[in-house]
């Protein structure tokens, strides 16, 4: 059997279409032409120059056996920016794994992005970057605060955590058949109750307004901020309207918060859709470095904006400050992940090593927020 890697190009994507069914099944749909074009084509960070697209193809004779594609980016470390890229959509098809094939394919994109990057991924994934000689970075913790659980939502919730597991998945399901899951559920709303707290940004001199578009106001905040925080993926308005604005699958509310006039930070909001859980999503969050107020006026506002009607809000960071206010406002710890660097510039690599535990990351980074059904 010989296997063939390259990159695709834009008249690829009829072939990567018929893969993506076969890999994805059921949630083939949601990784579509217009998702896939957007996030690959349309990528501001891009070589629009070229044809050619950020995702690699293995191939045996004219059949596309696997892939790994990567979403262009730019990361700022120590106030100067480099090209990177957030590896994602990793799949081998299961008749071409334990053939290292997946691990061929990382070191041919490892080779051709400078900075390769993933903040949440499979084990498999996580054994090819540490063979790639990753840098590990500090810890990213996705918080969650129960606002109106019911007990379909905690069923499925607690079914899909455990999809991959047959055994324990059926315990579960028997469980919640044989003994119900509302005294759980219950015990989860009151224990959400006794945890809530008082909105108080009303009371500051803090000034919140949706925003449309992300313009010139946002970009002056962003140039005014980025340098403050030691290793963090660009934000400045060419992306936010790219991630937040043109995105074809996704529905944002963008929200700038200002301070005698003057921006002083921004949040991102998301419902989910009606193939997910109903859940709130506290997408995007940034501010001025340790501004305690900002951040917690943005957060009481996200909670106000979403409402009762939702089974829960979550937020992602590793900001100690934000974690605080977070723990503050009844939030809970949900998961932890590690992310890692592939990085080929070996002085570069030392700074990222260096700043491993000083990284800003939410969950507008890689591509953490996606449809999830369940």
């Known amino acids: ?220 905040f962003w140039a005014h901020v980025r340098n403050s925080y030691p290793a963090i993926f660009s934000r400045d308005t060419k992306f936010l309207n790219w991630r937040f604005v043109n995105v074809p699958d996704l529905n944002y509310r963008s929200f700038a918060a200002r301070r005698s006039g003057q921006c002083v930070g921004y949040v991102v909001l998301r419902r989910t859709t009606a193939v997910e859980l109903p859940v709130g999503v506290i997408v995007d969050l940034l501010t001025i470095p340790n501004d305690i107020e900002v951040v917690g006026s943005l957060i009481d506002h996200a909670l106000f904006t979403f409402g009762k009607d939702i089974a829960a809000v979550d937020c992602v960071t590793c900001h100690p400050m934000i974690i605080g206010v977070l723990r503050a406002q009844g939030f809970l710890p949900l998961r932890t992940v590690y992310p890692t660097v592939v990085c080929q510039d070996p002085l570069l690599r030392k700074q990222i090593y260096q700043l491993k535990d000083q990284w800003y990351f939410t969950k507008c980074d890689h591509d953490w927020d996606q449809v999830n059904p369940v």
């Open 1 to 220: 059997m010989t296997i063939s890697i390259h990159q695709a190009n834009k008249s690829d994507w009829k072939a990567i279409g018929e893969f993506i069914n076969e890999a994805y099944g059921p949630v083939a749909s949601f990784k579509g032409f217009a998702r896939w074009n957007w996030q690959f084509v349309a990528n501001p960070f891009r070589d629009e120059r070229s044809d050619l697209v950020p995702v690699w193809l293995a191939k045996d004779a004219e059949k596309i056996v696997g892939q790994i594609a990567v979403q262009p980016a730019i990361v700022r470390i120590d106030g100067q920016a480099h090209p990177a890229g957030w590896m994602v959509d990793v799949f081998v098809l299961p008749e071409y794994r334990n053939q290292s094939l997946g691990h061929r394919l990382h070191s041919v994109v490892a080779a051709s992005v400078p900075n390769l990057t993933m903040l949440t991924m499979a084990p498999a994934t996580r054994r090819m970057a540490l063979r790639g000689n990753c840098v590990t970075l500090g810890p990213v913790q996705e918080f969650v605060k129960l606002v109106n659980l019911d007990s379909d939502v905690l069923r499925r919730h607690l079914l899909a955590r455990v999809s991959h597991r047959p055994i324990v998945h059926f315990v579960i399901e028997r469980a919640c058949d044989i003994y119900g899951d509302r005294v759980l559920t219950g015990v989860l709303n009151a224990f959400a109750r006794w945890h809530e707290k008082p909105s108080h940004h009303e009371y500051s001199d803090i000034t919140i307004e949706e925003i449309a578009v992300f313009d010139g106001e946002i970009e002056d």
